[in-house]
């Protein structure tokens, strides 16, 4: 590799560490950090087996740069460092539907605002893995992601300092930065932001071929009426 594309593949592969020694840290505060952790350990994630691939930046560069600059718990000091530096050497995209079945009914929100990047997976930014991955996701200030479940095992961590959370269909519950949220296979779930932008670490332990489904749910229109209004 040449000078430069050694130094991507060192930022990229600090974050993926730095991300991992939160798990490290934070192992016995919820179900699925052992399993991600033991899936990374058997991965070779050393410097010399990152990938080489081209940056992408996105339409969405303001507010993803809101949302890094929001990342401000001490506990998530290591990951907002590495994040800050890595930012531009990643590969964002947006979620155009592609993993939910076609004319799935996920509003406007969602589809005008939204971003992830691939750290470990099938054709990752970092480390190649199959049948496990483990990015960034981003959603706009005031969006509604509305409710959904898939068949993969999933593991958020919170970066932004709140967010709105409704799981398995039971009632919105408020989170913090540096909080983490489990979905086990098919238990529905949605996530709401309100003035800010929401960052968060996602985990997707097994299945990640399975097609997402969205769970219909009463309050979609007024959630997403109030949200646009600042009501929350």
Same mark, same amino acid.
Request: hydrophobic letters at 40%.
């Given at each position: 590799?040449?000078?430069?594309?050694?130094?991507?593949?060192?930022?990229?592969?600090?974050?993926?560490?730095?991300?991992?020694?939160f798990f490290e840290a934070n192992r016995a505060r919820?179900?699925?950090?052992?399993?991600?952790?033991?899936?990374?350990?058997?991965?070779?994630?050393?410097?010399?087996?990152?990938?080489?691939?081209?940056?992408?930046?996105?339409?969405?560069?303001?507010?993803?740069?809101?949302?890094?600059?929001?990342?401000?718990s001490p506990d998530l000091r290591d990951i907002a460092?590495?994040?800050?530096?890595?930012?531009?050497?990643?590969?964002?995209?947006?979620?155009?539907?592609?993993?939910?079945?076609?004319?799935?009914?996920?509003?406007?929100?969602?589809?005008?605002?939204?971003?992830?990047?691939?750290?470990?997976?099938?054709?990752?930014?970092?480390?190649? +893995?199959? $049948?496990?991955?483990?990015?960034?996701?981003? =959603?706009? #200030? %005031?969006?509604?992601? @509305?409710?959904? +479940?898939? $068949?993969?095992?999933?593991?958020?961590?919170? =970066?932004? #300092? %709140?967010?709105?959370? @409704?799981?398995?269909?039971?009632?919105?519950?408020?989170?913090?930065?540096?909080?983490?949220?489990?979905?086990?296979?098919?238990?529905?779930?949605?996530?709401?932001t309100y003035d800010h932008p929401f960052l968060s670490?996602?985990?997707?332990?097994?299945?990640?071929?399975?097609?997402?489904?969205?769970?219909?749910?009463?309050?979609?229109?007024?959630?997403?009426?109030?949200?646009?209004?600042?009501?929350?």
């Open positions: 590799m040449s000078g430069t594309n050694t130094e991507k593949s060192m930022r990229i592969h600090a974050l993926v560490h730095a991300i991992m020694q919820a179900t699925g950090i052992d399993q991600a952790l033991e899936k990374m350990r058997a991965m070779d994630l050393s410097l010399r087996a990152s990938e080489d691939v081209p940056p992408r930046d996105t339409r969405h560069a303001t507010i993803l740069t809101e949302a890094i600059e929001d990342i401000t460092s590495c994040l800050k530096r890595a930012r531009r050497d990643l590969v964002w995209r947006e979620d155009n539907a592609q993993f939910y079945a076609p004319n799935a009914d996920l509003g406007d929100g969602y589809r005008n605002c939204n971003l992830h990047s691939l750290l470990i997976g099938p054709n990752a930014c970092g480390f190649e +893995a199959q $049948d496990f991955c483990l990015g960034l996701f981003m =959603l706009g #200030p %005031r969006t509604l992601y @509305r409710d959904h +479940a898939h $068949d993969a095992p999933e593991l958020y961590v919170n =970066l932004s #300092p %709140r967010s709105g959370w @409704r799981l398995s269909s039971k009632g919105w519950q408020d989170y913090e930065a540096g909080s983490i949220i489990w979905n086990a296979p098919g238990e529905p779930h949605a996530t709401r670490v996602f985990v997707w332990l097994e299945n990640i071929d399975s097609i997402c489904r969205v769970v219909p749910f009463p309050d979609w229109t007024e959630i997403e009426e109030s949200l646009c209004r600042n009501k929350f």
